[in-house]
């Protein structure tokens, strides 16, 4: 596609339940982000990948959140036994090796009830 | 540690205004200093953005001021207009590398009133 493909675009989860997003970035982006986003809020740094190196995880919150990039390519973030402070917008973004613009997707928007 | 720090939170303006929004940033090493644009309910989008070895860049009616020594650097919005409202935010990133991630500051909310 022509741009970062997040999916869903929304999700709803009850209390305990595992979620999976998927990011799918633009063709040749070699580096990938997550980010969080509460209601009114700034972004928060989730997880990094760049490349065949080690992904800069520093910005999980807990070790609930996992995330993996498959292939060079799709990503999916995985939050095990959601909790309502979960609830937020989760948005990827992807660029190209060396830095510069960041795409970022529509976000995935998820309601923990 | 906040790396990147933007103020105000928030900023109201009138149409016709100029619109300003501060960031600081601490590691040196930074050396592309992006600003992006938010809409409700879309991701951000990139608007304007500056290298270290240029004091501004101007595109259309968004100019960004850029001090090395003060290690800031600023969003400039002339002629304010109410489709600019949005949440504004800036970032910084080392380019090139193997960690080139980049790290935004908290936003800011800009109105501009009709």
């Known amino acids: 596609g022509a741009g970062v493909s997040q999916s869903p675009s929304n999700k709803v989860t009850e209390k305990g339940k595992d979620v999976e997003l998927r990011c799918d970035p633009i063709s040749g982006h070699t580096a990938l982000y997550w980010y969080r986003q509460s209601l009114g809020q700034g972004l928060e740094f989730l997880i990094y990948f760049q490349g065949n190196s080690a992904p800069d995880k520093s910005g999980l919150p807990s070790d609930r959140f996992s995330a993996e990039r498959t292939g060079g390519s799709v990503s999916t973030l995985t939050i095990q036994r959601t909790q309502q402070e979960d609830s937020a917008v989760y948005l990827c973004?992807?660029?190209?090796?060396?830095?510069?613009?960041?795409?970022f997707g529509q976000g995935t928007r998820l309601t923990v009830v | 540690q906040q790396q990147v720090k933007q103020s105000p939170q928030s900023l109201i303006v009138q149409k016709g205004g100029i619109s300003i929004i501060n960031c600081a940033y601490e590691?040196?090493?930074?050396?592309?200093f992006p600003w992006y644009q938010q809409f409700p309910g879309k991701g951000p989008a990139l608007l304007i953005a500056?290298?270290?070895?240029?004091s501004e860049k101007k595109e259309g009616r968004f100019t960004i001021s850029f001090n090395k020594s003060a290690k800031q650097f600023s969003l400039h919005i002339m002629d304010s207009q109410p489709g600019d409202s949005a949440t504004y935010f800036c970032a910084a990133s080392i380019r090139g590398g193997s960690n080139y991630k980049l790290t935004f500051g908290k936003g800011t909310l800009l109105t501009v009133n009709p």
């Open positions: 500056i290298r270290p070895d240029v």
């Open positions: 973004a992807s660029s190209f090796p060396g830095g510069g613009e960041a795409f």
């Open positions: 590691n040196t090493a930074f050396d592309y």
